[in-house]
């Protein structure tokens, strides 16, 4: 299923690609004038990065790319030359000169003539830039999962609002068409009360490419900064196994499947329950964690969490869905952007009525929205309170699992209660000289 959705998003991009190419230069006439424009510096090139995120605001006539930041100097070349491709005008050849361009993500944030920064990097990468360029007075678009502990959430979430920024959570389900009408029907009451709700997400992991076995050290490759883009993460030796994708099958840097598809679907149950600015009272679960290798997230789970309102949420491995389970029927996407499935063919054409819930979306997308918002001034569909929100569900049910027993929850002071051992895995020590 990940192949699925990476082409799905692909084939996204492609879209929207496709769609600058054929405006030509009709496109480049209706661009607004340059005070007009978001100008937009880059931190993190990797695939999805370029692929999804370059590609889509590429393509946006109100958004100007003026910096590129990454580690690895072949993929910072190779994102400039994308964009000179793209901005070259009236047959002339395509430079780089005019793209500014930086291992280090703190040159992007200090620049003036950046408004906002769109951050792609490993998970572990995302809060320091992000809280740097709010207090730099940029907005921030970052990708999910948002943070790598509770702990880095909260600072995350309180930086944004004492600095009133827009903040966009790059999560794309709340922009797709059968994830909104799923939980816009449930706030309603077309089930009736709410009582469960079930997310799978994808078990074991994938591995992309083929690394060594046995994941031994390596000389880091010349263009690689790997000390920085090791940054706040522990010390530890190069291997490209430990690098680029496959980075998030290690606790270090990331939280496996259970953070990367967990960040979509749970935010997803969380907007369906009404929850997405607090959270459950307990959770509890069991999972596997492969004892030997460099790769240690875990393989298999299933998570109980428990809300004050009486509904249960049970996160498992498995095939990527969702269900909604009332009192008086059920709603479910069985699949990655599957259409919208119900237990009574009635409830899919059931209308909202005028005075009821209406929930945002952007069919635009989280690109989209995110310069709509700067416009604006408006916060998101996903600000950082909930895309903070929404992942702290997949670090306490890492936490729950860890520790092989059920922990109770406060959803408001974000505390396992009268449990001292548990509260000590919300945080970790930062590598020097790296701090929030």
Request: proline share 6%.
């Amino acid at each position: 299923m990940r192949l699925n959705r990476r082409r799905f998003l692909c084939d996204l991009a492609g879209a929207a690609a496709g769609v600058t190419l054929l405006r030509g230069a009709s496109a480049a006439a209706a661009r607004p004038p340059a005070s007009g424009r978001v100008a937009l510096g880059f931190i993190g090139l990797g695939d999805h990065g370029v692929g999804v995120n370059l590609a889509t605001f590429l393509g946006q006539p109100d958004a100007q790319i003026v910096a590129l930041c990454d580690v690895d100097a072949g993929r910072l070349q190779g994102a400039a030359e994308r964009v000179a491709k793209q901005y070259a005008q009236g047959g002339a050849p395509a430079s780089t000169a005019g793209i500014f361009t930086t291992p280090d993500w703190r040159e992007v944030v200090a620049r003036d003539d950046v408004d906002a920064v769109v951050i792609s990097t490993p998970d572990h990468w995302h809060v320091l830039p992000a809280v740097a360029a709010a207090r730099a007075g940029k907005d921030v678009f970052c990708e999910k999962p948002l943070t790598l502990t509770v702990c880095e959430g909260r600072i995350l979430s309180d930086t944004m609002r004492r600095y009133a920024r827009v903040f966009q959570t790059a999560s794309e389900n709340r922009s797709m068409a059968s994830f909104h009408r799923a939980a816009e029907l449930v706030r309603n009451g077309r089930i009736g009360r709410l009582l469960r709700i079930r997310t799978e997400l994808p078990g074991g992991r994938g591995i992309a490419g083929t690394p060594g076995a046995n994941h031994a050290p390596e000389p880091v490759p010349p263009g690689f900064d790997f000390d920085m883009w090791l940054g706040q993460a522990p010390e530890a030796y190069y291997t490209p196994a430990r690098c680029h994708f496959n980075f998030r099958w290690i606790l270090d840097y990331s939280g496996g499947m259970l953070t990367d598809w967990g960040a979509h679907l749970n935010d997803i149950a969380q907007w369906g329950n009404d929850s997405e600015l607090s959270g459950p009272i307990s959770v509890e679960g069991r999972g596997y964690f492969p004892p030997d290798g460099l790769y240690n997230t875990a393989t298999q789970w299933e998570i109980t969490y428990e809300y004050a309102n009486g509904v249960t949420l049970v996160c498992a491995s498995g095939t990527p869905s969702i269900r909604f389970e009332g009192t008086d029927g059920w709603l479910e996407v069985s699949d990655w952007g599957a259409p919208l499935r119900a237990s009574n063919a009635d409830l899919l054409a059931a209308p909202i009525l005028p005075g009821e819930i209406r929930l945002r979306t952007n069919r635009g997308r989280e690109q989209r929205e995110f310069l709509d918002c700067i416009h604006s001034r408006r916060p998101t569909y996903a600000p950082a309170e909930i895309g903070h929100r929404s992942i702290t569900l997949s670090h306490i049910g890492n936490i729950a699992m860890f520790l092989g027993r059920k922990l109770r929850w406060d959803p408001a002071a974000e505390r396992f209660a009268g449990d001292d051992q548990a509260n000590r895995l919300l945080s970790r020590t930062m590598r020097a000289p790296w701090v929030l």
